[in-house]
């Protein structure tokens, strides 16, 4: 599937729920599911440019802004392919790369 479509194998991949485990006294495991840190990082993004443009327009637009960044919109997908292309760096605050 990735030499086919990169860009489904990437979606897929990334929106899949992984499994957290931990190891409690006495070596019993436990897990519970969670998302892959690189898309918390993704949601955290948008949500913070989300709420940079509903300072800038106005709360009035915080709906239309919402849905326009939610998945599967043309924005989400740009944002993806921008990733999945390398044009997009995380950067700390010393502007440090985080990922690479």
Known sequence: MA???PQKFYSTV???DIKKYRVKMRGKLSFEWTQRP???ILASIKEKFANRLNDVLG???ADLIK???APGTEIDAKI???IANEEIDLL???RE???G
């Open 59 to 61: 709360e009035e637009h």
């Open 92 to 94: 700390d605050e010393n």
């Open 14 to 16: 990334l929106h899949q």
């Open 38 to 40: 690189l898309l918390k």
């Open 97 to 99: 790369l985080l990922l």
């Open 67 to 69: 849905a326009a960044m």
């Open 3 to 5: 030499e086919k479509s």
């Open 80 to 82: 993806k392919e921008m």
